[in-house]
């Protein structure tokens, strides 16, 4: 007999039913919000960016673990827990990789930027043996480990420079490892790496979207990530001294960018499941990473046979990958990468000439070439200008010349000297050259050669810049510091001579303010190419000058925008590169002219040296 139930007592039982109906939905998976949850947390690995086969792929890892678990063991006591360093992931990946390399493609030499306390380097030494040389690039000299081989080289403390600005010719880059831990753009490392013809590189800093502070290769290889975790496109540089979020147009180009310069990319995977330190749910975590060498059966078993802190070490786990380059001598890529081969083979170095652009270069097309040259006044005087220089150093490292050289102008300079001393810290990505000059190695292997290129950024004609300086004072500065016997190939002012398209007004001889003392002495000590800026009207012209006393001079005005001009013996070519207008934009900056454009130039190798200068 079924009991009657009236008023509140009917209430109460139909909520009853009605619970138990929602409950009994939830446990058999037809609720709208489980049937969405499941299928997004269930793909393993399916937001991880993948080109081309891994060096690992069908591979069994298995002996290699364990022999490397034996050495992670017996590292020096004196490493300690290594804090803010490296992990076993990480120092197996490399473990694997170096191994791989030394089998397959006779690995000779491993370059290392960013060592910090050296320890890194110890495992480098484990994996590598005695036969491998090892090049180590940091701003310090590590205090933990430093490597005793015979053939080691360090770029260190007194003795740093940047991967960019180091003279590679020594080693052969196909036969080369890089292991990139210096938390600079990985973007920017892929192209350098990609005009010196390096094929292999590992990335410790390879972080997701919204972490670290580096435009990692995990963020530049794919837009899947950043939909998985909602985040913007942003590019960062040197430990996030730099930031900028870009468009979604921007983001596609320089992943489109890097795509034609990367034959392979992979994320090494963890080798056993454990927490992540960054705060993303488990969800987000098992689409943006690959599924572990171990499961976690024989991921625990492996933890607990070699006394290791599981999560310890997997916190520490941030994608590490591993890039192949593609072949810069056999890859064509219009539009995309430097002429540094094609001018080789061309008996020519491609010269390519700006200034006065004012924090406007992102709005510039900067024709490919091998050397770069940028005359000064990149930013504005101002409040902003120390962060305008270092967006202008961050733009340099994208641009895919082999060297760039820069020289500052008066509204780079600020308004005290200091300013100027500053400039060669911030500008990482170029040759900041200021009263000397540098031999630039150009050419190939079979076509060596030296280009001298001798730069300064005094201008004796404004007061209150940072960069001024007494006409009489700058004379004797040019006369000391700009090499005479054997003159500079090329000469990088941000003044002009007097007389040489030096007029700020059009057709008025009183408007010249050029100086004089630095004509003097460039007509003493002629190069074959002057590049400078600092007055705006005359941008985009040039004059051709025979060397030999004052000599004869030949307007060359906007040929040399229209197609390369090729320099020959026996004259200088003087060239006003400013691309700004005199017009100023209500963001406080110049306009740039309409017409203006990068100026080429065209300079045959048998006018250089022969890999001596």
């Not at 972080?207 to 909602?230: E, I, Q, R, W």
């Not at 020519?348 to 900067?366: A, F, K, W």
């Not at 990068?598 to 250089?608: A, G, R, S």
């Amino acid at each position: 007999m079924t009991p009657f139930v009236s008023g509140k007592g009917c209430l109460l039982v139909t909520l009853s039913l009605l619970l138990l109906a929602i409950m009994h939905r939830q446990n058999t998976g037809h609720l709208r919000s489980t049937t969405q949850a499941e299928p997004i947390c269930a793909a393993r690995g399916s937001s991880v960016c993948k080109i081309g086969i891994p060096p690992w792929a069908n591979k069994s890892n298995i002996v290699q673990l364990e022999e490397f678990a034996g050495i992670y063991n017996n590292r020096p006591k004196s490493f300690g827990s290594n804090d803010g360093g490296g992990s076993f992931f990480h120092y197996y990946a490399l473990f694997s990789i170096i191994r791989h390399l030394k089998e397959t493609e006779q690995l000779k030499h491993i370059v290392e930027s960013g060592a910090w306390n050296g320890i890194g380097t110890w495992f480098l030494r484990q994996a590598a043996g005695p036969d491998v040389q090892l090049i180590i690039v940091s701003p310090t000299l590590p205090g933990t480990y430093v490597d005793t081989g015979t053939d080691s080289k360090y770029f260190a403390g007194k003795d740093f420079l940047d991967f960019n600005l180091i003279d590679w010719s020594f080693l052969d880059p196909r036969k080369t490892l890089l292991f990139m831990d210096d938390h600079q753009s990985e973007y920017r490392r892929v192209n350098e790496a990609y005009e010196r013809g390096f094929r292999h590189i590992m990335f410790d800093d390879n972080y997701a979207p919204s972490k670290g502070d580096n435009f990692s290769t995990k963020k530049v290889c794919s837009t899947k990530a950043y939909a998985v975790l909602n985040k913007p496109y942003k590019q960062s540089d040197n430990f996030h001294k730099t930031t900028k979020v870009l468009t979604e147009q921007q983001f596609k180009e320089k992943s489109t960018t890097f795509k034609n310069h990367v034959e392979v990319y992979a994320e090494f995977p963890p080798v056993w499941h454990g927490s992540n330190r960054f705060g993303f749910t488990s969800c987000q975590w098992k689409q943006i990473t690959l599924k572990p060498i171990l499961d976690e059966e024989h991921g625990n078993a492996f933890i607990e046979r070699h006394s290791l802190n599981k999560d310890f070490e997997s916190n520490k786990y941030t994608h590490i990958s591993y890039v192949k380059v593609k072949d810069v001598q056999t890859t064509v890529e219009p539009n995309l990468r430097s002429t540094t081969s094609s001018a080789s083979t061309a008996s020519s170095v491609t010269l390519v000439c700006m200034g006065d652009t004012h924090t406007r270069h992102e709005n510039i097309q900067v024709p490919t070439g091998d050397v770069l040259l940028h005359s000064g006044d990149f930013s504005m005087v101002g409040a902003d200008r120390r962060k305008q220089v270092v967006a202008f150093n961050e733009w340099l490292g994208t641009l895919p010349h082999r060297h760039k050289v820069v020289v500052a102008g008066n509204h780079d300079s600020g308004t005290d000297k200091g300013t100027l001393l500053e400039l060669r810290s911030l500008l990482t990505n170029a040759v900041y050259l200021s009263d000397e000059y540098i031999d630039l190695p150009v050419g190939n292997d079979s076509n060596d050669r030296l280009l001298r290129v001798y730069g300064s950024p005094w201008q004796p004609q404004f007061r209150g810049f940072g960069s001024y300086m007494q006409e009489e004072k700058a004379t004797r500065v040019w006369e000391k510091t700009m090499p005479k016997d054997t003159p500079a190939h090329v000469v990088l002012t941000h003044s002009p001579p007097r007389s040489i398209l030096d007029m700020e007004e059009s057709g008025k001889e009183g408007s010249r303010i050029g100086s004089s003392g630095l004509r003097e002495v460039i007509l003493s000590r002629p190069p074959l190419l002057h590049c400078f800026g600092h007055v705006h009207t005359p941008g985009g012209s040039a004059v051709l000058k025979r060397t030999g006393g004052e000599g004869e001079e030949t307007p060359v005005g906007n040929v040399v925008l229209r197609q390369p001009f090729e320099l020959k013996k026996g004259s200088t070519l003087f060239v006003n590169d400013a691309l700004a207008s005199n017009k100023v934009a209500k963001d406080g900056a110049y306009i740039m002219r309409k017409d203006g454009a990068p100026i080429v130039i065209q300079l045959p190798y048998t006018l250089l040296s022969d890999g001596e200068v």
